[in-house]
């Protein structure tokens, strides 16, 4: 436990710090798994919620909070009017590359810490692990 709560203060720190939008929003853990996740074409909350392992209440809470931020924006679904159809909007997908663009600076960090093997070692091993996971811990 304090090894996986150091390494995510760690992150979440360097986010803060690097966050180049600081003024307008902060960047959450959540923030990123929601930006990521969102399809070009958009997609519904369930998806979301299920890609980004957490749950549809919670995807929910943080599409509210990321509407009102202008980060995306929904429409009804053309297909199933009992949905909404979520996407990004310019201001979001710059926002989603300014996270992709921290996160190589992160990982550059990890290099010069841990050398380039052992940082992409630790980036298969936790994909791997993620994707065995599953959905809530429910595979």
């Known amino acids: 436990g304090m090894l996986i709560g150091r390494l995510h203060r760690y992150i979440q720190i360097w986010h803060e710090e690097k966050n180049p939008h600081r003024n307008e929003y902060r960047i959450t853990p959540s923030l990123p798994a ?30 509210n909070e990321t509407l009102k931020d202008g980060i995306i924006e929904i429409k009804k679904n053309k297909d199933d009017y009992r949905c909404n159809h979520i996407a990004l909007t310019e201001k979001g997908a710059d926002l989603l590359i300014s996270i992709w663009e921290n996160n190589q600076y992160l990982i550059a960090d990890f290099e010069h810490h841990i050398g380039k093997e052992k940082t992409k070692l630790l980036m298969e091993l936790l994909s791997e692990l993620s994707e065995s996971i599953g959905v809530c811990g429910k595979k």
């Open 34 to 63: 929601l930006l990521s996740n969102v399809y070009v074409d958009g997609c519904t909350n369930k998806e979301l919620a299920e890609r980004a392992i957490v749950t549809k209440q919670g995807m929910s809470k943080l599409i």
